[in-house]
T-cell receptor, first 110, second 118 residues
């Protein structure tokens, strides 16, 4: 089983719609959680950290469920520019190492 | 914001040669830098953790004699792919974690280096 698992998609989303997807992680001792965005042939860029109480940043909402070991990302009012691969990232319990999920591809279409 | 640069951005080399990739933190000091590799349509895989002034820590399955890492200063880490083969062709990305950030685990990524071995 992979340490961090994501639905690879693609999620085809009409512009203006809402899309949500999850990520599961296997290490119950994981401490920090992030969503990164990666555009084709580019480096990952931090989208947002995920906090235990859930947090929102504009049109993006992240939730963490420690009991079930999953995090989620919801994108409201999708824009064409939201098309990208969204990487679920979890820190390993020891040190500062990050473990990346395989990514969920989102395609926003007019 | 924190900026990390990589050089070169892309390189083509012949099989059997060595290639050096530089990773620099431009506006902050980084005690720790990380090297990742990403094959097409796959996610980032951590290769090694580079610590300033000490030996790098390699992930399981990564050959330390093939992927030489040097972290000579708080702003520079280098990865040298020795005796490169076509299967080493990949997207190599570094990241840096600012020193003194306590429990923060944020990492800032360089723009990546695309290596093609012919």
């Amino acid at each position: 089983r992979k340490e961090v698992e994501q639905d690879p998609g693609p999620f085809n989303v009409p512009e203006g719609a809402t899309v949500a997807f999850n990520c599961t992680y296997s290490n119950s001792a994981s401490q920090s959680f992030f969503w990164y965005r990666q555009d084709c042939r580019k480096e990952p860029k931090l989208l947002m950290s995920v906090y235990s109480s859930g947090n929102e940043d504009g049109r993006f909402t992240a939730q963490l469920n420690r009991a079930s070991q999953y995090i989620s990302l919801l994108i409201r009012d999708s824009k064409l520019s939201d098309s990208a691969t969204y990487l679920c990232v979890v820190n390993k319990a020891a040190g500062n190492k990050l473990t990346f999920g395989g990514g969920t591809r989102v395609l926003v279409k007019p | 914001g924190a900026v990390v640069s990589q050089h070169p951005s892309w390189v083509i080399c012949k099989s059997g040669t060595s290639v050096k990739i530089e990773c620099r933190s431009l506006d902050f000091q980084a005690t720790t830098m990380f090297w990742y590799r990403q094959f097409p349509k796959q996610s980032l895989m951590l290769m090694a953790t580079s610590n300033e002034g000490s030996k790098a820590t390699y992930e399981q399955g990564v050959e330390k004699d093939k992927f030489l890492i040097n972290h000579a200063s708080l702003t520079l880490s280098t990865l040298t792919v020795t005796s490169a083969h076509p299967e080493d062709s990949s997207f190599y990305i570094c990241s840096a974690s600012p020193s003194g950030m306590g429990s923060s685990y944020e990492q800032y990524f360089g723009p990546g280096t695309r290596l093609t071995v012919t």
